[in-house]
């Protein structure tokens, strides 16, 4: 894939990019040429995301979604994929977080239904 | 939008063995379409700063800056030369054409390979991609 690789063309769909691009409401036009570079950079960014992930994870042979949510948290650079790149929470521990706010809704809950069960 | 099955069919240079998770790889898609809104978005408002409606090579080069990835700013800067020269060398190549074909060189109707052509290869596959959906 070597001939792929040429710094003046992209591997990924500048089509498709496009798209993306154009489907934000306060664009107006994209110039080839920017096109291409927004094309060239996401492919830095993918690069650079793999880098960050094999450098930090726990087994560089094997990439996990936490590795990704992990360096998300990490890099400053990455704050804007916080809320779409989110830490996997076991439920167990969900619930431990928020164990006194859940028993506070149910006691409401059972007062609500009470209530109603009176009318 | 999914961009990621080309990425990492193609490019990602991870050495071999490495194994990325369904889980991540989705991740990723995501994180590279939310990347190119931000970058976008964060190039429009260049643009509209010096009220231009288009948006130009150095708007996407500030917006890089703005982003904190100064790393892909000389990356950039040598593939927009490559893909500048690659450009006018298309153009070159098409007016050429045009002329032989005026001076009957070659006959109307006749089209010339023009060779591996990376840039509208990706076009095309991305139209192909389009039809997948």
Redesign the interface.
Known sequence: MADKERAGSCVLPISRIKTIMKSSPEVSNIGQESLFLITKSTELFVQELSRMMMTNAADGNNLSYNDLSQIVDEQETLQFLQDIIPKKVKVRDYYALVGKTKSLQQLTEGEEAKKEEET | ?L?LD??FE?????PD?????K??RL??S????????????C??TFA?QHKR?????N???DA?KE???D??LE??K??????????LEKKEASERRKKAREEGVIPEGVTEEVG?N??EA??E???D??EED
Request: with cysteine; net charge negative.
């Open positions: 939008m961009l080309r990425i193609c490019y990602v240079q991870l063995g490495v194994n990325v998770s889980d991540a991740a990723i995501k994180a590279a379409s939310v990347f190119v809104l931000y970058a976008t978005s190039a429009n509209v409606k288009t948006i130009s090579a708007d996407v080069l890089m982003m904190e990835f790393t892909f990356p950039l040598s593939s927009l030369v490559a893909y500048k020269k690659e450009q591996d990376d840039s990706a076009e596959n991305g139209k991609e389009e």
